[in-house]
T-cell receptor
Framework: AQSVTQLDSHVSVSEGTPVLLRCNYSSSYSPSLFWYVQHPNKGLQLLLKYTSAATLVKGINGFEAEFKKSETSFHLTKPSAHMSDAAEYFCVVSDAYNNNDMRFGAGTRLTVKP | EAQVTQNPRYLITVTGKKLTVTCSQNMNHEYMSWYRQDPGLGLRQIYYSMNVEVTDKGDVPEGYKVSRKEKRNFPLILESPSPNQTSLYFC????????????FGQGTRLTVV
């Protein structure tokens, strides 16, 4: 079965510095990979997705992620953090072999310090 | 505006008292699902539905029921809630589960005492 491991439960950065949220996945088939963001007391919003097209995926709010099959990774990055980026981020995998069920990572809470 | 609407947003109930959390989407999506979110566990799927009258268990279905009588609605039913069902619940919909964006409701925070 597919699975996702988010390597950090909490990441803290200063405003204006780069953001790196790490995600490793396990999938027995060509996966689709997603990053979702959850702001406090809000639902989840899609940041970006990979579905076997370009390996470098650009999303909203300046975020991007690179699919690396050899490393089974899909890390999320942003060059310069903004205070409004403080939220919880979820990496998600799905694949056709597993009925396309979405499997969520445990989440990474991003804190941005002024 | 495309949206998934859940009600209620907050609910406190007592053990054993049946409750229903409603979910409605206005995007004509075929695929809908329910998740619960618990600290350190991410979101876990409870039930999903591929279309009207087609539902199936997710990873944590025990203690829950669902129905899909209409395309837009996918209610979650707790026949006899217990304290271990205290959680944050999300409904989601998408065109299909294959590589498509899932749209999430705002969440329902349920407390069972």
């Amino acid at each position: 079965a597919q699975s996702v491991t988010q390597l950090d439960s909490h990441v803290s950065v200063s405003e204006g510095t780069p953001v790196l949220l790490r995600c490793n996945y396990s999938s027995s088939y060509s996966p689709s990979l997603f990053w979702y963001v959850q702001h406090p007391n809000k639902g989840l919003q899609l940041l970006l997705k990979y579905t076997s097209a370009a390996t470098l995926v650009k999303g909203i709010n300046g975020f991007e992620a690179e699919f690396k099959k050899s490393e089974t990774s899909f890390h999320l990055t942003k060059p310069s953090a903004h205070m409004s980026d403080a939220a919880e981020y979820f990496c998600v995998v799905s694949d056709a072999y597993n009925n396309n069920d979405m499997r969520f990572g445990a989440g990474t809470r991003l804190t941005v310090k002024p | 505006e495309a949206q998934v609407t859940q009600n209620p947003r907050y609910l406190i109930t007592v053990t054993g008292k049946k409750l229903t959390v409603t979910c409605s989407q206005n995007m004509n999506h075929e695929y809908m699902s329910w998740y619960r979110q618990d600290p350190g566990l991410g979101l876990r799927q409870i039930y999903y539905s591929m279309n009207v009258e087609v539902t199936d268990k997710g990873d944590v279905p025990e203690g829950y029921k669902v129905s899909r009588k209409e395309k837009r609605n996918f209610p979650l039913i707790l026949e006899s809630p217990s304290p271990n069902q205290t959680s944050l619940y999300f409904c989601a919909s998408s065109l299909s589960p294959t590589g498509n964006e899932a749209f999430f409701g705002q969440g329902t925070r349920l407390t069972v005492v």
